[in-house]
Structures are given as C-alpha cells and as structure tokens.
C-alpha cells in the first residue's frame, strides 16, 4: 500500500479515537457501580495493589461482585501496567478498597490516552504489519477488501468505547 495512504489512514484513525476522547463514558456519576469505565480503573487498582494469583480470588480486598476482573491474564498484565503509572501519576486513582467511583476529567484523560498508547504501540503496528505482508498470495481484489476491513478496524476499534 502506498506510505502515504497508509500515513492518512493512521492519522485518520488517531484523530477518530482522539476525538472520542472529548466525549462522556457509559456509567459517568451512575452509582453504584459507575460502568465500564470503572471496571478498567478497578483492574488497575487490583492489579496493583494484589499479588497475581489473587487477581481473580473473592476475598475482603477483592469483592469479584464489584467488577471482578473477568479478562485473561494477558489484560490483567496490561492493567498492571498502566496501575503502576497510575500510582506514579496520582496514588488516589488506584487505592485499595478507597478508589471505588473515582472520577475526575483528569483521570478520564489518563485512561484514554491509555488506550492511544495501547492502539499506538501495538494494534497499528500489528495492523499494518499484517497488511505489508501477509497479503501478497491474494489477488488484487482481495488485498483491496482486506486492507479496507483492516483499516476500518483501525479506525472503529472498539477498545475506545468502554471509555
């Protein structure tokens, strides 16, 4: 695919996922579990404040009635991750058992460019890795198609809209 097509399709697909970042999330101010938003936070506060092998353990410090975390340990890790630069941003967003419905626009901008990072460092890369050259044994028409379904999904990926 030519460099410049594809350098408009990621710019178009970043400025989509930026603009989304404006917006309001499913949940905001809803007591009393606040929708997926607070999910994604509470992974990282248990991620962060647990050993790995209570991640997914009901105890007094993880309630899985409250957004347990539910994805495979690959999301937990990334969880993890953005836990520690969570703490190391503001310790309130990830305090045990104290962080629950914690809101705040500067926090709603921390778990969006979260996302950006994530989509940034490794869906894009992977995307466009896949299209350079995974296609070649197809014929044109199959590329086109292919290529189209890829970087639609670049520019719909729904890892934005639990945000």
Known sequence: MNNYLMGAFL???????????????????????????EAQRHWMEITYNLP???WYRNSSKNDLMYW????PPLTAYHSLICGYVANWINPDWVKLNESRGFESYEH?????????VADILIYIP????????CL?????????????????AMGSNQSVSWL
């Open 126 to 133: 992977a995307v466009v890795v896949f299209c350079n050259t």
């Open 136 to 152: 070649h044994s197809l014929d044109k028409l199959q590329q086109i198609q292919l290529r189209e379904l890829g970087l639609y």
């Open 11 to 37: 710019f178009l697909a970043m400025s989509v996922r930026m603009l989304v970042s404006l917006g309001s999330y499913s949940g905001e101010g809803k007591e009393p579990m606040f929708g997926d938003y």
């Open 68 to 71: 347990g975390l539910d994805y």
């Open 52 to 54: 790995a092998e209570d």
């Open 108 to 116: 709603k901008l921390f778990m969006r460019y979260t996302v950006l």
